[in-house]
């Protein structure tokens, strides 16, 4: 079974920068889409990204769209989310995730979550 291993969550100060990787191991399956959620204390888990593994295209919600970068290294089973000028609203447990694209919707649905890396933002 798939296991996500998240890392580089940390306290930091508004402004700063923070690279967040994920390392996949323990199968073998060609996931075809690889996502970063975050979930706030008393909110909602949202997606924040997620890249397609085959065309490397990106997705990313509007809200961080101009501050969060996904990427992937396929030859370590990697992918990264670097995230600048952090903002206090960006206080969260950050969760990759692996999936594939639905048949149904034709949009990344995801199956398997790690469990997560903290990232604190003060003001």
């Known amino acids: 079974q798939v296991q996500l291993v998240e890392s580089g969550g940390d306290s930091v100060q508004a402004g700063g920068s923070l690279r967040l990787s994920c390392a996949r191991s323990?199968?073998?399956?060609?996931?075809?889409?690889m996502g970063w959620f975050r979930q706030a204390p008393g909110k909602e888990r949202e997606e924040v990204a997620h890249i397609h593994t085959g065309s490397g295209s990106t997705t990313y919600a509007d809200s961080v769209k101009a501050r969060f970068t996904i990427s992937l290294d396929n030859a370590k089973n990697t992918v990264f989310l670097q995230i600048n000028s952090l903002e206090p609203e960006d206080t969260a447990m950050y969760y990759c995730a692996a999936g594939h694209v639905s048949i149904e919707t034709k949009s990344c649905a995801f199956y398997y979550w790690g469990q997560g890396t903290h990232v604190a933002v003060s003001s």
């Open positions: 323990g199968d073998t399956v060609n996931w075809e889409c």
